[in-house]
């Protein structure tokens, strides 16, 4: 049987929180680790993201990754 309408909203609201704290934390520490190399292009990649495989992946290059170029992040025009 499927979703209420309830429920599909509530499953799609929970699916937008975790991307934007995904988004957040993904900003913050990239802003801590290189700083004003997160360009304004990069920042505008990253809101635009909407898959969270992702920013998963972006999340776990950004531990070991010494440039932001090895993150991966293409950095989009807004």
């Known amino acids: 049987m ?5 429920e ?12 934007k704290g995904k988004r957040q934390t993904l900003l913050l520490l990239l802003r801590q680790k290189f700083g004003r190399k997160v360009t304004p292009a990069v920042v505008a990649s990253i809101e ?6 992702t920013l998963d992946q972006w999340l776990a290059k950004l531990l070991n990754a ?10 989009r025009k807004h």
Do not use: F, H, W
């Open 2 to 6: 499927g979703q209420t309408i309830a």
């Open 8 to 19: 599909a909203l509530r499953e799609e609201g929970m699916i937008e929180g975790e991307l």
């Open 48 to 53: 635009k993201t909407s898959d969270l495989d």
């Open 66 to 75: 010494n440039t932001l170029d090895v993150v991966g992040i293409p950095a």
